[in-house]
């Protein structure tokens, strides 16, 4: 039996469609040694070498699994931890006979017998490359690139600042799908290399706006631009994510654009479906994370979806009543759990940010749950940052 969303809902808005997903999310790391002997002769990684893996799992939680309502990320966490344990300081090749990060992602979601109906499971074999597999086992690969450059937005209004000449330390994440049926390995990351070594001669290091097709170089510019360039060369590529800051970006998916916003809030909480003698019933607090995704179409003089400034500002009253305050005294949470924070923040921007489609929530690293509604858009590797 499935857990009934339980938390505080006003119910749809006039004329809007509720279809809601929520997924608790978990990671666990482990240290271990491989060699990837299915690579061509003389590639680096069929030596014997190790990394600190990052693994990460999304799931809903069964009613009955869970000890309380507001336990489902620490089950998840223990599940997934108990699980790549197995892993932690091994040879990888004693276990999976080719331990690329795509059979281990296999391996870590054929061995988590608690958790059924996973969404997800991804696994980062560094901080900036690693691969996701989605609910149907197809392995999405990712990697992540940098580049240093300037830029201006030369048609926003005269006092916005980023009408200013400034620079960034730009982030590039190229995804691509794969369906390996019985194959070991599809796409190598020096592929992703390979393909990514011309734009980084041409943005590294340059003014945006003296590139041609970058006179406007927003998130969204930035990231249609590389889109259009590689995709007839590499069709398996399936999103571009760019980073304008560490808390702010855009994915654009060939059709789709959507932006995303983080903030920080420091809250304390207690929760009271714990049981008696069970800590997280104590007053206790968090540093939560949040990150708010909005789809939205491109204005074609701006060259935006949405000013990362005014989703922050339109925040601004929910990150008053949340940052530095008692959450479980909030009117709508005095039962407080993870589940009803999410609905509750949900319900106080949902009037106010056209496009707001999905709202991610930590309380530890990696640790928490995700809420989205409407159509399944690209969010985020694994944290590891």
Known sequence: MWRTLEYWDPGPEPGEALNEQLYFVAE????????????????????????G??????????????????????????????TVSELDYRDLNEIVAVPTDENLARWVRSHLDGIPNIDAVGVQS???????????ECAHIWKRYRFEAAHRLPN???????GRMHGHGFEVILHANQSLGDRDMGIDFDELDRLWGPFDEELN??????????????????????????????????????????????????????????????SAVSQRRAPAGDRRGRLHGHSYV???????????????????????????????????QRLDRLEGLADFNLTRLLSWIRAQMIGSLPGLDRIDLYETPGCGAFLQWGENRPALPASGR
């Open 290 to 324: 949040i990150r708010l995704h909005v789809t939205s179409p491109l204005d074609q003089v701006l060259g935006w979806t949405v000013d990362y400034g005014d989703v922050k500002e339109l925040f601004g009253p929910v990150y008053a009543t949340v940052d530095h």
């Open 156 to 162: 926003v209004a005269t006092d916005h600042p980023c």
């Open 28 to 51: 666990s790391r482990f240290e271990a040694a491989r060699r990837v002997q299915i690579l061509p002769a003389g590639h680096r990684s069929r030596r014997l070498h190790g990394h």
């Open 205 to 266: 290091l340059s003014c945006l706006n003296d590139i041609p097709g970058l006179s406007n170089p927003t998130s969204e510019i930035i990231a249609a631009w590389i889109w259009e360039k590689l995709k007839p060369q590499f069709p398996q590529l399936s999103w571009v994510t760019v980073y304008e800051t560490t808390s702010a970006g855009c994915h654009y998916d060939g059709k789709n654009y959507r932006i995303w916003k983080e903030q920080r809030f420091e």
């Open 126 to 136: 560094t901080a900036d490359q690693g691969v996701d597999l989605d609910v149907e």
């Open 53 to 82: 893996f990052l693994v990460k799992v999304s799931a809903p939680v069964p009613e009955d699994r869970a000890l309380f309502a507001g336990a489902e990320v620490d089950f998840l966490r223990t599940q997934l931890q108990h």
